[in-house]
């Protein structure tokens, strides 16, 4: 039983034009919801998160969207760049810390 | 970049022999965790540490152990290593900043091969 889903394996976006990837969760636990990035042969990174009080976080190119009561967060990438190409991970935190991961969606951008 | 070290890199072993990763970290992190990667399944969580000497299961825990004897290192071994435990091994560390916020560093990987 996924409690956070990623139902995208992959997306494939112009350069410079707005990529979105979503993420749906189940448990209204959860507290704290994060975005990672991932390229091959290295450990994720953080990229971006947002506490459940809030409902948009943004940081240059890259903005979080909360939606509560749909149980949905996005993330999207303004203007999407070569360098963006990489799997992103959704995750959520629980009051326990423990963080749950979503199976990931494989970013490819077109040049 | 957080300092989190895993080690080894690369391992092949042959099936039933026992294995043993090591995760180090500086950052005086009191959780750290071990996760698997797998097409499809994302990262699945094996055991995590809440601090020395205290760990819990993950969700895919069986035919691991863990031990962490001091804040630095957490240890996961492989009683006897089976095909299926062929995957990439990420240790992660996080400090729990309060209402649910917390953020993971995540070392390079340990890329381990059953045969």
């Known amino acids: ?68 009561s749909a149980k949905h967060l996005s993330l999207h990438i303004v203007p999407s760049q070569p360098g963006d190409s990489a799997v992103y991970f959704c995750a959520a935190s629980d009051s326990n810390y423990q963080l749950i991961w979503g199976a990931g969606t494989k970013l490819i951008i077109k040049p | 970049d957080a300092g989190i070290t895993q080690s080894p890199r690369h391992k092949v072993t042959e099936t039933g022999t026992p294995v043993t990763l090591r995760c180090h970290q500086t950052e005086n992190h009191r959780y750290m965790y071990w996760y698997r990667q797998d097409p499809g399944h994302g990262l699945r969580l094996i055991h995590y540490s809440y601090g020395v000497k205290d760990t819990d299961k993950g969700e895919v825990s069986d035919g691991y152990s863990v031990s962490r004897s001091k804040t630095e290192d957490f240890l996961l071994t492989l009683e006897s290593a089976t095909s299926s435990q062929t995957s990439v091994y990420f240790c992660a560390i996080s400090e729990p900043l309060g209402q649910g916020n917390t953020e993971a560093f995540f070392g390079q990987g340990t890329r381990l091969t059953v045969v």
């Open chain 1, 1 to 68: 039983d996924q409690q956070v889903k990623q139902n995208s394996p992959s997306l494939s976006v112009q350069e410079g034009r707005i990529s979105i990837l979503n993420c749906d969760y189940t448990n209204s636990m959860f507290d704290y919801f994060l975005w990672y990035k991932k390229y091959p042969a290295e450990g994720p990174t953080f990229l971006i998160s947002i506490s459940s009080i809030k409902d948009k976080n943004e940081d240059g190119r890259f903005t979080v969207f909360l939606n509560k």
